[in-house]
């Protein structure tokens, strides 16, 4: 199963905002509105952070958004913290009858 | 509220085989379906697949055909994977995680890492 694509490693200062993208296919993050995205401490589960594209669960912090643009979705951190250090994992749907979830293969999240 | 508690650390000889539990917590068992999903040492997530609350049926992402069995234990709400014939390659922490097939995984177990080595 072929991960969506993500840069290995985006880093920025303390109040900036950064993108992480996501790159799939028709098949996947094109064809539907169903891509996740996830941030994980080392050692920590992963915890959802947005979720349809651009809804935020409860609990979670506005400076965290997404967006799609046909086969890319991004997720853009404003206002850059220390503690938004991890890794940050997309998901999506995908047609597929044996495998319908892919992730992308992580990004890591440096605050310098 | 929600949460999803699993087993222990394990550590196995290949050729063995391993049963990870998962306890739902805080909500309907049978509103949601559970997932599987597993990260081996420094990379990244990959889904195995997910096994239906209602019905106990599963979905095997390829790759995780024949050795990966997934069960349910509805009386104590409780998700299984078991792996058989365990080699080198399955060490790995094992997440559980609810949410239907291709819809967000919006809780997760805190993971349980499993080791094979001789």
């Known amino acids: 199963q072929s991960a969506l694509t993500q840069p290995a490693s985006v880093s920025g200062s303390p109040g900036q905002s950064i993108t992480i993208s996501c790159t799939g296919t028709s098949s996947d993050v094109g064809g539907y509105n169903y891509v996740s995205w996830y941030q994980q401490y080392p050692g920590i589960a992963p915890k959802l952070i947005i979720y349809d594209v651009t809804n935020r669960p409860s609990g979670v912090s506005n400076r965290f958004s997404g967006s799609k643009s046909g086969n890319a979705a991004s997720l853009t951190i404003s206002g850059l913290q220390a503690e938004d250090e991890a890794d940050y994992y997309c998901?999506?749907?995908?047609?597929?009858?044996?495998?319908?979830?892919?992730f992308g293969g992580g990004t890591k999240l440096t605050v310098l | 509220q929600v949460h999803l508690v699993q087993s222990g650390s394990e550590l196995k000889k290949p050729g063995a085989s391993v049963k990870v539990s998962c306890k739902a917590f805080g909500y309907t068992f049978s509103a949601y379906a559970m997932n599987w999903v597993r990260q081996a040492p420094g990379q990244g997530l990959e889904w195995m697949g997910w096994i239906s609350t209602n019905t106990g049926n599963p979905t095997y992402a390829q790759g995780f055909t024949g050795r990966f069995v997934f069960s349910l234990d509805t009386s104590v709400n409780t998700a299984y994977l078991q792996i058989a014939s365990l080699k080198a390659e399955d060490t790995a922490t094992y997440f559980c995680a609810r949410g239907e097939a291709g819809d967000a995984l919006d809780f997760w177990g805190q993971g349980t890492m499993v080791t094979v080595s001789s």
């Open positions: 998901s999506s749907y995908r047609n597929s009858r044996t495998t319908p979830v892919i």
